[in-house]
C-alpha cells in the first residue's frame, strides 16, 4: 500500500448511484458472490429444518438443526474473523467456500444420521464468519467515498432479499427433496468460489508475518478497538441498540399469528407475513435511502431514524391484526434500513485498514447474539404477558436506549478527525512495511477505465 489513502471523489461529493457502484467490475463480482451465498444460506437452512424432521419426527432437533448454523458466532465469531486478517482475502473467500460446498454435498448424501447432520452443518457455518470478515474488509478497498455507503446499503438489502427469496426457494424444493435443496446449496458456494478467484484482484493480507502474535491477543486488539475508541464505541452502541427491538416480531411470529390469526388469514399466512415484513421493509429503505438521499443528509437523517425505527413498533400495545403487525415491523425496516448502512460505512472508514476484519467479528457477533438474547428474553416475557403488550413495551424501552444513543453521539468534527486518524494510520502501517498499495474502486486486475476522468485526493 501507498503512504497515501485516496478517495475517487471530491471532499464535497454528491451521491453516488447505483450506476457508480455497479460500474466497479469487482464489485459486481462481490455483489454477485455474496448473493448467491446468501440464497444458498437460506435454502439450506429451510431444508435441513425438513430433513431433520423428517427423519427423526422431532421438533426440538429439527430446531437444533436451524440453530446450528448461528452457533459459531456465539462460540468464536472474532477469534475465527480475526484469521481472515492473517491471509489474503480472495484466499479466505474462496477456501471458505470450497469447504462449505464440499460438507453441504455430504449433508445431502443419503443415510446420513441426524447427529452427523447437524455436525456437518455445524463445521459448515464455521467458515462464515472468515468469510464475511474478508467480504466486509475488502469492500472499502473496492468502493470509496460515498460510494461505499451505497455499496454497503445495496449489499445488505440484497441479503435481506435473499433470505425471503432463500426460505421461500428452500421451503417449495425442501417439501418435495430436501436433498436436492442443500444441493442447490452446495453449487451456490460453488460458483462464488468461482467468481471470487477469477474476478477479484489478489491483493496482499491486511496483516504481515511480522505483525502476528497470538490469535487470541489479536482478537482482543479488534475488542480494544471498537470499544476504546469513542466513535468505534458510539457505531458500535446504535447498531447493537438497533438489533435489540428491530428482531422481535421475526423472532415471536409464529406465537403471534397463532394468537391472532383469523378474518381469512389462516397462520401459516399471517406468520410469514409477519416474518418478511422487516426483511422488505429493509430492503425498500435501503434502496430508497441509499440512492435518493445525498451523504450530508444521510448523516442528519441518521439521529431521528434511530429513534423512529423503535417507535414505530410501540403501537403493537394496542394488539392490531397480524397485517398491521407486518405493516408496523415494514416500518422499522425501512427506518433501520436509512440508519444501519450510513453507520457501517462511517464504521469502516473510521478503522484502520489492518483492523477491519477483526473489528468486523465483533460487530458481527455482537448483533447475533444481542438479536438471540432479545428474542429469548421477550419469548419469556411472552409467557407471562400478552405479546403485544411485551413487544410495544419492549420497542418503548427501545425509543428510551436510542435517545441515549442519539444524545451520546459524537460530534461530525469528532467524527471527520476519527476517520483522518484511520486513513493516517492505515498510510503509516503501509509505508512501514513496504507494501504494495491498492486503489479503492478500481475494477479487476488490468481494469483502468475510467481512472483518467476520476478526481482524487488524499490524506497522509
Not at 468486523?360 to 438479536?371: D, K, L
Not at 411485551?390 to 436510542?402: D, F, K, P, T
Not at 493516517?424 to 503501509?430: I, L, V
Amino acid at each position: 500500500m501507498e503512504a497515501t489513502v485516496s478517495d475517487e471523489r471530491p471532499a464535497q461529493e454528491g451521491p453516488a448511484t447505483f450506476r457508480d457502484v455497479f460500474s466497479l467490475a469487482e464489485f459486481r463480482v462481490l455483489f454477485t458472490a455474496s448473493a448467491l451465498s446468501w440464497i444458498g444460506d437460506y435454502v439450506a437452512k429451510a431444508a435441513v429444518t425438513v430433513l431433520v424432521y423428517r427423519q427423526t419426527d422431532s421438533v426440538a432437533l429439527s430446531a437444533a438443526a436451524f440453530a446450528a448454523s448461528y452457533l459459531p458466532w456465539l462460540v468464536g465469531g472474532p477469534l475465527l474473523s480475526a484469521l481472515a486478517e492473517r491471509y489474503r482475502y480472495r484466499q479466505v473467500m474462496v477456501a471458505c467456500d470450497v469447504v462449505r460446498m464440499l460438507l453441504m454435498v455430504l449433508v445431502a448424501l443419503p443415510g446420513v444420521p441426524p447427529w452427523a447432520v447437524l455436525a456437518l452443518i455445524f463445521a459448515a457455518t464455521l467458515a462464515n464468519p472468515p468469510s464475511q470478515a474478508a467480504r466486509s474488509a475488502l469492500m472499502p478497498q473496492i468502493l470509496a467515498g460515498d460510494r461505499l455507503v451505497v455499496g454497503l446499503s445495496v449489499s445488505v438489502s440484497s441479503g435481506q432479499a435473499a433470505q425471503v427469496l432463500g426460505y421461500l426457494l428452500g421451503a417449495a424444493v425442501a417439501a418435495v427433496n430436501p436433498a436436492a435443496a442443500l444441493l442447490i446449496n452446495a453449487a451456490t458456494f460453488g460458483i462464488s468460489a468461482a467468481l471470487v478467484r477469477f474476478g477479484l484482484r489478489d491483493r496482499p493480507p491486511a496483516m504481515t508475518e511480522a505483525h502476528r502474535s497470538h490469535l487470541l491477543r489479536e482478537t482482543a486488539e479488534g475488542f480494544r478497538l471498537v470499544f476504546g475508541r469513542p466513535v468505534l464505541r458510539a457505531i458500535a452502541v446504535l447498531v447493537f441498540s438497533a438489533m435489540v427491538f428491530s428482531i422481535v416480531p421475526e423472532g415471536l411470529a409464529a406465537a403471534w399469528a397463532a394468537e391472532r390469526a383469523g378474518d381469512g388469514m389462516d397462520t401459516g399466512t399471517a406468520q410469514a407475513v409477519i416474518m418478511a415484513a422487516n426483511p422488505v421493509g429493509y430492503v425498500l429503505g435501503g434502496l430508497a435511502v441509499g440512492r435518493f438521499v445525498g451523504p450530508a443528509r444521510r448523516l442528519t437523517l441518521m439521529r431521528p431514524l434511530a429513534v423512529i425505527a423503535p417507535a414505530v413498533l410501540v403501537p403493537a400495545l394496542l394488539d392490531p391484526p397480524p397485517v398491521v403487525v407486518a405493516l408496523l415491523a415494514a416500518a422499522c425496516g425501512f427506518a433501520v434500513a436509512g440508519l444501519i448502512p450510513v453507520a457501517n460505512g462511517l464504521f469502516v472508514q473510521a478503522l484502520p485498514e489492518g483492523y477491519r476484519a477483526r473489528a468486523f467479528g465483533v460487530m458481527a457477533s455482537g448483533t447475533q447474539i444481542i438479536q438471540g438474547a432479545a428474542v429469548l428474553a421477550t419469548g419469556a416475557l411472552a409467557e407471562r404477558f400478552a405479546i403485544p403488550s411485551v413487544v410495544g413495551a419492549w420497542s418503548a424501552a427501545g425509543v428510551l436506549l436510542m435517545l441515549l444513543a442519539v444524545l451520546t453521539w459524537p460530534r461530525p468534527a469528532a467524527v471527520e478527525a476519527a476517520v483522518a486518524a484511520a486513513r493516517a494510520e492505515s498510510a503509516a502501517t503501509a509505508a512501514r512495511d513496504g507494501s504494495g498499495g491498492h486503489t479503492p474502486g478500481r475494477g479487476m486486475a488490468g481494469d483502468r477505465s475510467g481512472d483518467r476522468s476520476r478526481r482524487r485526493h488524499a490524506v497522509t
